[in-house]
């Protein structure tokens, strides 16, 4: 046999061979694929379910720190309060503060503080520090967000007014009242103040649970704790929930128990008057509403209570302030 024929049959034997060898069938990569799906499908969702649960207790850990740091941040604010509106006096001045309707606003805390102010009268050539007061008001607010810049549940917004402001007055400044109590609730804004319809009320925080006590079936509606001693009054609620209240209370829609003070109302009696200047804060959180947009959705249920963190401080206010 001619050598060259030889070593090119022996050639094309090789390469024949090296084709079988090198592929696979049709069967073969079907196999492979259902395999592959049978082992990445559990993984997928096993990653995408450590994912979400992620995103949720971040949610809640995002709520819990905002919601204790608001309660902090009113805390320390009501520690300089001289004398905090009751029930019966918040209807009294309502009026007279930014947003009197209660559709979407209510005025929750409302309070007199006095605060040291660093270099704000004249003094010779130059300025020096005093204290000053102020008038201060926590709203919860609902709804009125045409721009969807928050969040489909409540806030809490503030507003505060001091000395050399527009708007500002000093409570009773013409001496006509008699007692502490009637002093400050026929409080009115000054002449040259500002209205109802463009308040200056900041944001304070967002995601407070919007579900009201009617929807809120599975919480008892909140309340106040009784006084045991007969002989010192018990403290007042706002808002007001109690049934044929008259004061302090607000829409139905705004009636949620996330956003409520119980304050000591102030002797009326004495000559000499010292405000009493005791509160209880509560807050209740929506974590849910971080996570999902549907409105019948973040509302308050049983099986959803870890993501309502809901929080508490007694304030005692530093400040006092006498009548005689």
């Given at each position: ?35 592959a ?5 559990p ?14 207790e ?34 009294k ?14 005025p ?75 002093k ?104 849910y509403?971080r ?34």
């Amino acid at each position: 046999m001619n050598p060259l024929k030889w070593f090119l049959n022996q050639y094309l034997k090789r390469c024949h061979i090296k084709q079988k060898s090198g592929g696979f069938t049709l069967i073969e990569l079907l196999v492979a694929i259902v395999l592959a799906a049978l082992v990445i499908t559990p993984l997928m969702g096993f990653m995408i379910n450590v994912m979400d649960n992620d995103r949720k207790e971040q949610a809640k850990a995002t709520s819990e720190q905002e919601i204790k740091a608001a309660l902090d941040y009113i805390s320390r604010d009501l520690e300089q309060a001289i004398y905090i509106y009751d029930a019966a006096g918040i209807e009294k001045i309502k009026s007279q503060l930014p947003t009197s309707s209660t559709s979407d606003h209510f005025p929750v805390i409302v309070f007199w503080k006095r605060q040291f102010r660093p270099q704000v009268i004249s003094a010779g050539s130059g300025f020096d520090d005093t204290f000053v007061y102020s008038l201060v008001a926590y709203y919860f607010i609902k709804g009125d967000d045409p721009d969807n810049t928050w969040s489909k549940a409540a806030r809490i917004g503030r507003f505060e007014i001091r000395e050399g402001q527009d708007g500002f007055q000093i409570f009773d400044p013409n001496n006509q009242y008699t007692t502490l109590k009637d002093k400050m609730e026929n409080w009115t804004k000054s002449a040259t103040g500002y209205t109802n319809n463009s308040p200056n009320i900041l944001p304070l925080v967002d995601y407070i649970d919007q579900t009201t006590v009617s929807e809120n079936l599975a919480v008892a509606p909140p309340s106040c704790p009784a006084d045991s001693d007969p002989s010192t009054p018990d403290m007042q609620q706002v808002p007001n929930y109690a049934t044929g209240a008259t004061t302090a209370v607000p829409d139905a829609n705004l009636k949620t128990g996330s956003f409520y003070v119980c304050v000591l109302s102030s002797p009326t009696t004495t000559s000499t008057q010292k405000a009493i200047t005791v509160s209880e804060v509560h807050l209740r959180g929506n974590a849910y509403a971080r996570i999902e947009n549907d409105v019948n959705k973040i509302k308050y249920s049983d099986n959803k209570k870890n993501y309502f963190p809901q929080y508490s401080a007694r304030v005692k206010g530093r400040g006092f302030l006498y009548t005689k």
